[in-house]
Structures are given as C-alpha cells and as structure tokens.
C-alpha cells in the first residue's frame, strides 16, 4: 500500500519567507510525528499528533514553528520568516497508536528545506 | 537530558566482516529500542528493533543485543555486503503522558568495500 508521502521533496527559501510543509500519513494511522534532521544528524522530533490533537510540542525550537492536522490526517508543518538555521531535512513519520505499543514509526522520504 | 549516544561516528569494514554498532541510552523507562538504515538522500527504515524483555533478536544477518542493566543495546551485521553501506540510527523510546517518543542518536555511517 502507499507510505507516507511528503510534499514538496525540496523547498529553496530566502531568508524571512514562510514555508508550508506537508506530510500525507499512511491511511489510518492515528499517530504522527514531525522530525528535523540536519546535515550528518539523526533526526530530532518537533511535534507529536494523536489524530488532530497536538500532544506534544516540545521539540519546536521557536514560536516560528508551527505544525497543524485538522482532520486528523494531512499534516502541515509551518515556518514563518525562515532563518538559515532552518535549513534542514523535515522528516515526517506515522504508526497506528503509539500509546498502546504499536511503536514503529513509517517515514516519508523528507522535504529538504534551504533557506539562503 | 535525556540523549542517545552512538559509537562509531563511521566505520569502514571488508565485505564479508562483521559490523557491530553500539548506543547508550539515559532513560531508565525505555523500553523499545529499534535500528533504522538510512541510504543517501532517502528515508529512514526499519531494520530491526528489540523490546525491553528479550536481551537479544535475531533477523537473518542482522541482530540486537540490549542490557537494560547497562542501558545499551548494540547493532551486530555479519557477512557484510555493499549494499549494507548507509547510515545507521538508533534510536530509545522516552516516557510521555501521551504515551511515548523517540530519541535518535546521531548515526554511524557504514562503509562495506568490496
């Protein structure tokens, strides 16, 4: 069946643009993760949604960051005036209820952001 | 905090050795600990993973050891082939009141020569 997907797979912004990053999950996963993986680095959560509520925000590394899943499925992951620091791989992941064991995660293949 | 260390950062091996791949991890409550391989420019899969109660899996040439008691758990890959070269992730699960998240450590990038 069809994995998670991603859009777009490569985004050049100038520096103060915004960006929109969107993450399709795996049909009926009810968990969904976003990661930021920078150059030679293992991935670095973001945000956690359980359907649309967001339960865990912790990894956003400022209020420029903010990641959105309405209908409990598409997820937008949204940064406001880019700074060059953001320039990094976002990874998005899905699984079926992470709560209740069932933890691996599926990754979508990234959306390679570079702010210059 | 709460982190996952990596060792090696790179390893080089003949093709046909063995690669071992060994994490720490600082969280007592961890009790899931998969591997995933990442190839240039592609996502992350997983290859193996092992729960809290089983000191060691097996998947072909692929196995996990884990000592709670220690709090590390190790990647093994014997009769190395080419296309085992990618970049190695381990990662543990951290307690959270909406269940539990992943710490990734910062990957070993495997190189298998022919």
């Known amino acids: 069946g069809a994995g998670v997907s991603q859009s777009p797979r490569y985004k050049v912004a100038k520096r103060g643009q915004d960006v929109a990053l969107r993450c399709d999950p795996i049909?009926?996963?009810?968990?969904l993760f976003w990661y930021q993986q920078a150059l030679g680095q293992g991935p670095e959560f973001l945000t956690y949604f359980q359907n649309e509520a967001q339960l865990d925000k912790s990894g956003l590394p400022s209020d420029r960051f903010f990641a959105e899943r309405p209908e409990g499925s598409v997820s937008t992951l949204k940064i406001q005036r880019t700074q060059q620091e953001d320039s990094a791989v976002y990874l998005c992941?899905?699984?079926?209820?992470?709560?209740?064991?069932?933890?691996?995660?599926?990754f979508g293949p990234g959306t390679r952001l570079t702010v210059t | 905090g709460e982190n996952v260390e990596q060792h090696p950062s790179t390893l080089s091996v003949q093709e046909g050795d063995s690669a071992v791949i060994k994490c720490t991890y600082s969280d007592s409550a961890s009790n899931y600990f998969p591997w995933y391989k990442q190839e240039l420019g592609k996502r992350p899969q997983l290859i193996i993973d092992i729960r809290s109660n089983v000191g060691e899996k097996k998947d072909q040439r692929i196995a996990v050891t884990l000592n709670k008691t220690a709090k590390h758990f190790s990647l093994h890959i014997t009769e190395t082939q080419p296309e085992d070269s990618a970049v190695y992730f381990c990662a543990a699960t951290l307690r959270r009141n909406y269940g539990q998240n992943f710490v990734f450590g910062p990957g070993t990038r495997l190189s298998v020569l022919p």
């Open positions: 049909s009926g996963h009810v968990s």
């Open positions: 992941a899905s699984s079926t209820l992470f709560k209740r064991g069932d933890y691996e995660q599926y």
